[in-house]
C-alpha cells in the first residue's frame, strides 16, 4: 500500500526555518511526481509546492516563492519542504501527495491527480 509519513513540523519564530520531510513507500517513489498541500484553521487545502517525478522541474504558489524550495531524493524515497523566513500566515497542517502521473500542474484548480496523501505535520510560527 502507498503510504506517506511527514515529518519535521514544529514551533518556528517569526523569520525561522523549518525542514519538512515526507518518506515514501508502497511504490516506484521515483517514476511520480509529488507535492506539498497545506490547511490552516478553518480553511480549505491550500496547494503549496511541487515537483516532477524526476525533480528537474519545481512550482511554487506565489506566496511562498524565494522562500520555500521543494527538492527529492529519490534514492532515499523522501520529498522534503525547505521553508524560510516563515511567518504567521504559514501556520497550518501540511501534508505531501503522490501524483498520478510523473508531472504536476502548477497552481491546480482540483487535486484531481493526487491519489495519496500523507496524516500530515504541524508547522506553527509564532508572531
Known amino acids: 500500500q502507498v503510504q506517506l509519513v511527514e515529518s519535521g513540523g514544529g514551533l518556528a519564530q517569526f523569520g525561522g526555518s523549518l525542514n519538512l520531510s515526507c518518506a515514501a513507500s508502497g511504490f516506484t517513489f521515483g517514476d511520480y511526481g509529488m507535492s506539498w498541500a497545506r490547511q490552516a484553521p478553518g480553511k480549505g487545502l491550500e496547494w503549496v509546492s511541487g515537483i516532477y517525478a524526476d525533480g528537474n522541474h519545481k512550482y511554487y504558489r506565489r ?65
Open 63 to 127: 506566496s511562498v516563492k524565494g522562500r520555500f524550495i521543494i527538492s527529492r531524493d529519490n534514492a532515499r524515497n523522501i520529498v522534503y519542504l525547505q521553508m524560510n523566513m516563515l511567518g504567521p500566515e504559514d501556520t497550518a497542517v501540511y501534508y505531501c501527495g503522490k501524483a498520478r502521473f510523473r508531472t504536476v500542474i502548477e497552481e491546480p484548480v482540483t487535486f484531481k491527480e493526487y491519489d495519496t496523501w500523507g496524516q500530515g505535520t504541524q508547522v506553527t510560527v509564532s508572531s
